[in-house]
């Protein structure tokens, strides 16, 4: 994100998709299902600073349709990619 706010997109994207495929490991790694819905989520935030916001917003709605009583999920699914990179920056 740090690259993104740069204003290095090409690097930032590079890391996102670096960030989209470790968490696909992690999701389809049998021993690791402890941590499946943390693992999911930050996949999801990953598509969306990717630049693929609807699939992004599509895991976060179907996880939030398997996990109705987690509450981080609704506010993710409210913020836009440029909300998630201005609280990562603190930009007003």
Request: hydrophobic share 35%.
């Given at each position: 994100?740090?690259?993104?706010?740069?204003?290095?997109?090409?690097?930032?994207?590079?890391?996102?998709?670096?960030?989209?495929?470790?968490?696909?490991?992690?999701?389809?790694?049998?021993?690791?299902?402890?941590?499946?819905?943390?693992?999911?989520l930050?996949?999801?935030?990953?598509?969306?600073?990717?630049?693929?916001?609807?699939?992004?917003?599509?895991?976060?709605?179907?996880?939030?349709?398997?996990?109705p009583d987690?509450?981080?999920?609704d506010?993710?699914?409210?913020m836009?990619?440029?909300?998630?990179?201005?609280?990562?920056?603190?930009?007003?």
């Amino acid at each position: 994100m740090i690259y993104d706010c740069q204003g290095d997109t090409i690097k930032a994207k590079d890391y996102y998709q670096k960030s989209i495929s470790l968490y696909d490991k992690r999701i389809s790694n049998e021993n690791n299902k402890e941590n499946l819905i943390s693992n999911k989520l930050n996949r999801a935030v990953s598509l969306i600073l990717f630049g693929n916001e609807n699939a992004g917003k599509d895991e976060l709605k179907k996880l939030k349709e398997l996990n109705p009583d987690k509450l981080n999920i609704d506010i993710l699914l409210k913020m836009s990619r440029k909300d998630y990179l201005k609280l990562v920056v603190n930009d007003k």
